[in-house]
């Protein structure tokens, strides 16, 4: 409704012929925004449907007039759900009691940042593990270049921490398996993936690109809704696996890791809390 033409494609078969012609893309993280693919092109501006922009190269797209913008916040909820939801299996499987425990930025969420003042990359290093006082349970949702693969195998070898709950990993979709099979649940980069955050993210990337071309948005992005809305508990925890238990995507990841792009580019898409009505 916003454009004479869209075309549609996966994001690692964006080329620059598919590109050439484009004013804007639309994008998600598979999809590397540079000078091999965009130079000679028209493309004025870039909406990345993500929070994270490091599939973006923003010094290139600064030298060559072309703008972009991203979706901060976008899937916040879905990531909340998945890190609630894992914290409930993880309390199940190794009997432990939440509110006796403390949770804090041992928890990832940070943008990944290889360069400056604000550095991300390998911010849990060797030395970050051993100087961890307690034995913590080690959560990444936002980039697996953020915590480095081998010192992280190191801690868990070594005991220096609990568990690991990984969903981003360093050389995606080349994961190292090692890893994988320590991790207590370990998913194909996933935690983000509702269909509730999806909407969000499309209806960001449509109003950033309609206040840019000065466009009069006529469009309503919704999620769909879910297939059973009402779930039947005996408490708030159970309501919760109901919606999402990870086991089942770490199972998945486990038993088939060459399956990584598959099992991420195929995922069935979940819904959030604030999508069922809760019966106690």
């Given at each position: 409704r916003i454009a004479d033409e869209v075309v549609y494609a996966p994001g690692k078969d964006f080329t620059p012929e598919l590109v050439r012609d484009a004013d804007a893309l639309i994008v998600r993280t598979r999809t590397h925004c540079n000078r091999d693919l965009l130079e000679g092109s028209r493309v004025k501006f870039i909406a990345t449907a993500t929070i994270g922009f490091d599939h973006i190269d923003t010094e290139y797209c600064k030298q060559a007039g072309i703008e972009w913008t991203n979706a901060p916040g976008c899937n916040s909820a879905s990531v909340a759900q998945y890190i609630q939801s894992s914290l409930l299996v993880w309390k199940s499987v190794r009997n432990k009691r939440l509110n006796e425990?403390?949770?804090?930025?041992?928890?990832?969420?940070?943008?990944?940042?290889?360069?400056?003042?604000?550095?991300?990359?390998?911010?849990?290093?060797?030395?970050?593990?051993?100087?961890?006082?307690?034995?913590?349970?080690?959560?990444?949702?936002?980039?697996?270049?953020?915590?480095?693969?081998?010192?992280?195998?190191?801690?868990?070898?070594?005991?220096?921490?609990?568990?690991?709950?990984?969903?981003?990993?360093?050389h995606e979709p080349e994961i190292n398996r090692d890893l994988l099979e320590k991790t207590f649940i370990g998913t194909p980069h996933i935690a983000g993936y509702s269909a509730d955050g999806k909407a969000n993210a499309t209806r960001m990337s449509l109003d950033a690109i309609c206040k840019f071309f000065q466009i009069k948005g006529d469009y309503e992005i919704n999620a769909p809704a879910p297939v059973s809305p009402i779930i039947h508990a005996k408490n708030h925890e159970e309501a919760v696996l109901q919606m999402y238990n990870p086991t089942e995507d770490s199972n998945r990841l486990k038993n088939q890791p060459e399956l990584f792009e598959t099992l991420r580019g195929d995922y069935p898409l979940r819904r959030e809390e604030k999508a069922y009505i809760i019966k106690y």
């Open positions: 425990l403390t949770i804090g930025i041992i928890t990832f969420h940070v943008p990944l940042y290889k360069e400056g003042k604000y550095k991300t990359f390998h911010l849990a290093d060797e030395v970050f593990f051993q100087s961890l006082k307690r034995k913590p349970v080690i959560i990444n949702t936002s980039r697996g270049e953020v915590i480095q693969t081998d010192a992280l195998l190191k801690a868990l070898n070594s005991q220096m921490i609990s568990d690991a709950i990984i969903d981003v990993w360093e």
